[in-house]
């Protein structure tokens, strides 16, 4: 099994201590946390993106460059990029030149996006969020591909025989899709042989196992070998201590925190305790073997081989924020590397024997 560390760049009051961080401070947490990340051993590190509050991660390649340059060995994931939104030629400049600057360290996990309000600054609607995300992908896919592609999209004027450059480091670059809710993603990540990644954060574990169930049954009926299928799942929170005692106790604050923030945003909370939380949500709070367990739990259901936590402290202090990191790498992640299998193909870069190019500074 791997591990990635992931960030949807957050700003917004600490849920503790009600303290925001400037956006230079924030965009430093990241990069530190990326870097931690890489020495504490986790295979990846990922960037959302989204375009609305309280979010500041509008522009992943922009950070996952600088990341690039920041770290040597981690594989660098987008979390989710929203192709829905994007015009996918620049989006492909983008990501094959951040490709080559990372040393072939780049995957993608593409999505259609969540928020009305970033939907509504790129004029996108739901009735054609799904096709335009479907539509942005096929172009995406042929432009790493092919050196010269024509296509006639309903969404952005057609190409002929286009040449896009630079052409990209790995051959091609590996693309996951990102699923909450949707069964249109979960199709369109078998129609082309795709590896999944269930969000796996909101709901319990259920919903998500129904389109991980969906996956596979399409991922057959489109006639690809059931043996290469690779999966990965979210987790909705991450503290880690001795003992479960420990946990609850440093955790409850965090939760209590984000309970209030949706009670200001007039949601009705899906795990209305800490308890309940911890039972029934993917959340990993709680001693190491108490989340070894878990993580055993949600891969008899799911199958996955790939799991993400965040990478943010989320009311933590500092302190307990890297003790727990500390503590999951070496005694969660290390006996669930051998204990679960990796994705079908291992794990690295397709382009593993070309020199990493980012300096660690």
Known sequence: M??????????????????????????QEVVTNAVLAEELGFDGF???????RPFISSSPTVVLSHLAARTQRIRLFTAVTTLALLDPVRAYEDYATLDHLSGGRLELIIGKGNGSAQRDLFRVTPEDQWDRNAESYEIFRKLWRQERVTASPR???ELVEAEVWPRPLQQPV????????????????????D???????TNPIEPYGELVDHYRERWVAYGHDPADIAIGAGTAGLYVARTSQEAYAAYRPVF???????????????FPTL????????????????????IHRYHERFGHQ????????????????RDSLELFATEVAAPLRTALPDPPWGWGSPAKSIPTIGAHR
């Open 256 to 270: 209590e925190g984000q309970l209030a923030f949706q009670a200001g945003l007039g949601l009705e909370p899906v």
């Open 195 to 201: 590896p999944l990644f269930s969000a796996n954060v």
């Open 46 to 52: 990922g960037v959302g993106e989204r375009h609305e």
């Open 155 to 157: 969404f952005r004027p």
């Open 306 to 321: 790939v799991v993400h936590v965040q990478a943010d402290a989320s009311g933590l202090t500092e302190q307990q924020h």
């Open 275 to 294: 308890e309940d939380f911890v039972e029934r949500s993917s959340a990993l709070v709680g001693s190491p073997q108490q989340v070894i367990e878990k």
């Open 174 to 193: 590996r693309v996951w899709h990102g699923s909450a809710t949707s069964k249109e993603s979960v199709d369109l990540a078998a129609r082309y042989g």
């Open 2 to 27: 791997r591990f990635l560390a992931i960030t949807l760049i957050v700003h917004r009051p600490d849920p503790v201590t009600g303290q925001q961080k400037a956006t230079y401070d924030r965009f």
